[in-house]
């Protein structure tokens, strides 16, 4: 969204860009640089854990084409019952990351809080759907983060 202020004082518009949203309410712009992806990693690690499962999601999904992945996919990969099981330990660990990033994601309407937006955002036009297709595209912050700590 783009905001025009004028300033009276200098008869001048002034241009702000403020990131949007993207269409599935992840922040479309970035959350945090390379460098503090990497910090919110080590802090998280250190913190409560991450677990060679979750460090798996960040690999599979940092190894995939884009680095776009679903939940269905990253259970098939690593073998877990049902996509409800690889979208409950990425959204574990994305949450723990953003509390370390300081990061608030969005909330759509009344619904629970879409912690998958620490590490990824969403695929346009596809909803948040309850069958585990929804495509996750990591940040590419993240990706630069992961691959520089020699963690993907």
């Known amino acids: ?3 025009h202020i004028a300033n009276v004082d200098l008869d001048a518009t002034a241009v702000l860009t403020i990131p949007s949203p993207g269409r599935e309410g992840a922040d479309a712009g970035p959350i945090a640089t390379t460098e503090e992806f990497k910090a919110a990693l080590l802090a998280t690690r250190d913190w409560i854990g991450i677990s060679p499962t979750q460090l798996q999601m960040l690999q599979a999904q940092c190894r995939a084409p884009d680095s776009t992945i679903s939940a269905a996919q990253l ?11 690889a979208r409950l330990q990425y959204g574990t660990l994305a949450r723990a990351v953003a509390e370390k990033l300081g990061y608030a994601p969005p909330q759509k309407g009344k619904g629970p809080v879409r912690w998958w937006c620490a590490l990824s955002t969403g695929q346009d036009g596809h909803e948040d759907t309850a069958n585990g297709q929804f495509k996750w595209i990591m940040r590419p912050e993240l990706v630069a983060a992961l691959r520089a700590m020699k963690w993907a």
């Open 75 to 85: 259970a098939e990969q690593l073998k877990f019952k049902n996509f409800a099981a």
């Open 1 to 3: 969204m783009t905001q």
